[in-house]
């Protein structure tokens, strides 16, 4: 089978998306690289001749984790992530600061984008979202300190449907909160079905998901022994 990336370029179709955007939504991210630069050799000019078609990639990357401070998220979108994207470092302009982003500027006011579900309540939130565009790669990177769940739900009323879904159960043995399996409350928050689903091999996919992929293990995981992922397109 091919590699995930391969796969995303092979396959590509005028179909995937009307908007032209392709974007990605990664629930408990913390600073887990793999997924972006997975989708950026597959929109690589260079290595494939008919590579994967989006004009832009949109990502969102969503944790409400303690570890996810302000500080190490502005050091993750400013130096780390671009230090990280070889072979694609030479699209990159530096530094970057970042916007930082409020609630308002999804419409919504801040208790929507929290939960009483999982191990922190709302009331131990503490807000934050950065964003930062990186206009040589087509790419841009929005970073919200938020609850999974409650921000799709945000996400989805603002016409923002992710096409691409990360599925990789984080913390204790996956006990932190799970979006895997046909009880997902994840998947029963999104209101159109992603065309692909990038899933660790710790997690189970969704009904209705085919592999297309081998399995591989992404760069930029961070944890001691990293999770091989495996390409879950929708038929």
């Not at 992530?81 to 999804?106: A, C, H, K, M």
């Given at each position: 089978m091919p590699?995930?990336?391969?796969?995303?370029?092979?396959?590509?179709?005028?179909?995937?998306?009307?908007?032209?955007?392709?974007?990605?939504?990664?629930?408990?991210?913390?600073?887990?690289?793999?997924?972006?630069?997975?989708?950026?050799?597959?929109?690589?000019?260079?290595?494939?001749?008919?590579?994967?078609?989006?004009?832009?990639?949109?990502?969102y990357y969503v944790d409400y984790s303690p570890d996810a401070t302000l500080e190490k998220i502005r050091k993750f979108l400013?130096?780390?992530?671009?230090?990280?994207?070889?072979?694609?470092?030479?699209?990159?302009?530096?530094?970057?600061?970042?916007?930082?982003?409020?609630?308002?500027?999804?419409?919504?006011?801040?208790?929507?984008?929290?939960?009483?579900?999982?191990m922190f309540k709302a009331a131990d939130q503490d807000f934050f979202g950065l964003r930062c565009t990186y206009p040589g790669l087509r790419l841009c990177v929005t970073y919200l300190k938020t609850e999974a769940l409650a921000t799709l739900k945000v996400m989805t009323r603002k016409g923002i449907h992710p096409n691409i879904v990360v599925l990789q159960d984080h913390g204790w043995g996956g006990n932190w909160f799970r979006f895997s399996g046909a009880d997902s409350p994840l998947r029963k928050v999104l209101k159109v079905p992603p065309r692909y689903l990038y899933v660790g091999g710790n997690t189970e996919s969704w009904p209705g998901y085919n592999p297309v992929s081998e399995a591989s293990i992404d760069p930029g995981q961070g944890f001691e022994f990293p999770h091989p992922r495996t390409l879950f397109e929708y038929r």
């Open positions: 590699s995930p990336s391969e796969y995303l370029a092979s396959n590509s179709s005028s179909g995937f998306n009307p908007s032209g955007v392709a974007t990605l939504y990664y629930p408990g991210a913390g600073t887990d690289y793999g997924p972006i630069r997975m989708v950026l050799e597959a929109m690589d000019r260079e290595k494939y001749e008919q590579p994967f078609r989006t004009a832009f990639l949109s990502v400013g130096s780390e992530l671009p230090q990280n994207l070889d072979p694609y470092r030479s699209y990159i302009d530096e530094p970057f600061t970042g916007v930082e982003l409020s609630p308002e500027d999804f419409g919504a006011p801040l208790k929507r984008f929290f939960s009483d579900e999982g």
